[in-house]
């Protein structure tokens, strides 16, 4: 009995009509990070192990997919050996976009411009527990810029996310945080000893609540008077300005937090300055759980459709510090492909023609008929339309049912009247109007039908 052929746990087919959007979301995101003049950049999908162990933390390691040596060499190794991982797994599935960036930045250090600007756009890989919206292949859609502590280059990331969402047609709120005032908290309320465990906390405010928050803060060791310090700080309204300024007053000692208020205010002048029309909100509880965030981080998130963040990013100092290159400052941000495709979807907001590959197909008649289109068509394809012919004379019945499955707009039908004619009937498969069309016209008319 033959094997029912299945793909593995986590991993996804694409058809037709969903590669088509995706690559509209890609097409979308690249033409705007390309208007910024971020150069585009591949990395291996596999990375050594050395590369990408120690740097996602415990957690991360868990996850990360280990590819055993190739061919027939475990059968040259002895039992002691095999019991060794390092010696049958030396490489590993790249687990984000950001690590293999600071290892190539450092590998080609000397052929590089600096500020160095990328963009990425390749898959990752995580063995995950597979779940609704969690996959373990999944793409990512990266933007940095390396080697500048220029705060225009977060006004730059807001303005490609302002840009991005806008071509998608998709409302968006971008909460911003920076971990030196976050810092600045763990300093005024006491506990700047307990920086990582007050951030992995508090960035599932959103998530669990402030009664788990809370909980899980007292777990981590912080007393209730510190935790009575951080709650009114967490639920601070008011304009960002405001919020800056009730900061300023609260981590005045800490000198740590005040850069960090100052590099907000930085931006958000900038922001207004350059007539970004964005929602832009100071949210203190956005911690952003990556250990190399230094300064500003970022979070979008859809307006009109329930679901976890669409994109998010930050500043961080010495990424490439890992590698041994110490002092490289850069920022990036990343776009969840998966998850605006979902949001799109949910709201409707792909273009019609986005779904479809064909726009005008031929129907086939005879040998006359098929010697008469094949000019026409070759017209068309000159102007950029994608048409094609019916490959086989058939049923008029079986060739519109092929047509209507297909989602094609226009069927061109050449009968052996027509052909007498010198014309075409031209169907409109989502109205149903048909016209008659001059063969010599055919091209131009549908070239312009928009």
Same mark, same amino acid.
């Given at each position: 009995?033959?094997?029912k052929?299945?793909?593995?746990?986590?991993?996804r087919?694409?058809s037709?009509l969903?590669?088509?959007?995706?690559q509209?979301?890609?097409? =979308?995101?690249?033409?705007?990070?390309?208007t910024?003049?971020?150069? +585009?950049?591949? =990395? +291996? *999908?596999?990375?050594?192990l050395?590369?990408l162990?120690?740097?996602?933390?415990?957690?991360?390691?868990?996850?990360?997919f280990?590819?055993?040596?190739?061919? $027939?060499?475990a059968?040259?190794?002895?039992?002691?050996?095999?019991?060794?991982?390092?010696?049958i797994?030396?490489?590993?599935?790249?687990?984000d976009?950001? !690590?293999?960036?600071?290892r190539?930045?450092?590998?080609?250090?000397? /052929?590089?411009?600096f500020?160095?600007?990328?963009y990425?756009?390749?898959? !990752?890989w995580?063995? $995950?527990?597979?779940?609704?919206?969690?996959?373990r292949e999944?793409y990512?859609? #990266? %933007?940095d810029?390396?080697g500048t502590?220029?705060?225009?280059?977060?006004? /730059?990331?807001?303005?490609?996310?302002?840009?991005?969402?806008?071509a998608?047609?998709?409302r968006?709120?971008l909460?911003?945080?920076?971990?030196?005032?976050?810092?600045g908290?763990? /300093?005024?309320?006491?506990?700047? $000893? @307990?920086m990582? #465990?007050?951030?992995?906390?508090?960035?599932?405010?959103?998530?669990?609540g402030?009664?788990?928050?809370?909980?899980e803060?007292m777990?981590?060791?912080?007393?209730?008077?510190a935790?009575?310090?951080?709650?009114p700080?967490?639920e601070? *309204?008011?304009t960002n300005?405001?919020?800056?300024?009730?900061?300023?007053?609260l981590l005045a000692?800490?000198?740590?937090?005040? @850069?960090g208020?100052?590099?907000?205010?930085?931006?958000?002048?900038?922001v207004?300055?350059?007539?970004?029309?964005?929602? %832009?909100?100071?949210d203190? *509880?956005?911690?952003?759980g990556?250990?190399?965030?230094?300064?500003?981080?970022?979070? &979008?998130k859809?307006?009109?459709f329930?679901?976890?963040?669409?994109?998010?990013?930050?500043?961080y100092? #010495?990424?490439?510090?890992?590698?041994?290159?110490k002092?490289?400052?850069?920022?990036?941000?990343?776009?969840?492909?998966?998850?605006?495709?979902?949001?799109?979807?949910?709201?409707?907001l792909?273009?019609?023609? &986005?779904?479809?590959?064909?726009?005008?197909?031929? =129907?086939?008649?005879?040998?006359k008929?098929?010697?008469?289109?094949?000019?026409?068509?070759?017209?068309?394809? #000159?102007?950029? &339309? +994608?048409?094609?012919?019916?490959p /086989?004379a058939?049923?008029?019945?079986?060739?519109?049912?092929?047509?209507?499955?297909?989602?094609? +707009?226009? &069927?061109?039908?050449?009968?052996?009247?027509?052909l007498?004619a010198? !014309?075409a009937t031209i169907?409109?498969?989502? *109205?149903?109007?048909?016209?008659q069309v001059?063969?010599?016209?055919?091209?131009?008319?549908?070239?312009?039908?928009k």
């Open positions: 009995m033959a094997q052929p299945s793909i593995p746990k986590g991993t087919d694409f037709p969903e590669m088509m959007r995706r509209y979301i890609f097409d =979308t995101i690249r033409k705007v990070f390309r910024y003049g971020f150069a +585009p950049l591949e =990395t +291996p *999908s596999m990375e050594n050395s590369t162990l120690g740097k996602y933390g415990d957690e991360g390691d868990k996850l990360l280990k590819i055993l040596n190739s061919g $027939d060499y059968a040259k190794l002895s039992p002691e050996e095999l019991t060794q991982a390092s010696k797994c030396e490489k590993g599935l790249r687990y976009l950001t !690590v293999p960036f600071a190539y930045v450092v590998q080609h250090n000397n /052929e590089l411009t500020p160095f600007k990328r990425q756009i390749q898959p !990752v995580r063995a $995950d527990r597979p779940q609704k919206g969690r996959y999944f990512q859609c #990266d %933007v810029v390396i502590h220029s705060l225009l280059c977060e006004v /730059e990331l807001v303005e490609i996310v302002e840009r991005v969402f806008r998608l047609g998709i968006v709120q909460k911003m945080n920076n971990r030196k005032i976050l810092f908290i763990a /300093e005024a309320i006491g506990h700047a $000893d @307990k990582m #465990d007050i951030t992995v906390a508090i960035d599932k405010l959103d998530k669990i402030l009664d788990n928050v809370k909980a803060l777990e981590r060791g912080l007393d209730e008077e935790i009575g310090k951080l709650q700080i967490l601070m *309204s008011g300005d405001e919020k800056l300024s009730l900061l300023s007053n000692a800490s000198e740590t937090g005040m @850069k208020i100052e590099e907000m205010r930085t931006i958000f002048g900038y207004s300055a350059s007539g970004i029309e964005l929602d %832009v909100e100071l203190l *509880s956005l911690a952003r990556l250990n190399y965030y230094t300064g500003a981080i970022f979070e &979008v859809a307006l009109d329930a679901i976890g963040s669409i994109s998010g990013g930050g500043r100092d #010495d990424l490439t510090g890992i590698f041994g290159l002092g490289l400052s850069g920022v990036g941000i990343s776009f969840g492909a998966d998850r605006i495709y979902d949001v799109m979807c949910g709201l409707d792909f273009p019609e023609e &986005v779904n479809f590959s064909t726009r005008v197909i031929f =129907t086939n008649l005879g040998k008929e098929e010697a008469a289109a094949l000019p026409v068509l070759r017209q068309l394809r #000159d102007k950029g &339309v +994608p048409a094609e012919i019916y /086989e058939a049923k008029m019945k079986k060739q519109m049912e092929y047509a209507n499955r297909r989602s094609i +707009p226009f &069927v061109v039908i050449i009968g052996s009247q027509e007498e010198g !014309v169907k409109d498969m989502r *109205s149903g109007d048909q016209q001059e063969l010599s016209k055919i091209a131009d008319l549908l070239a312009e039908i």
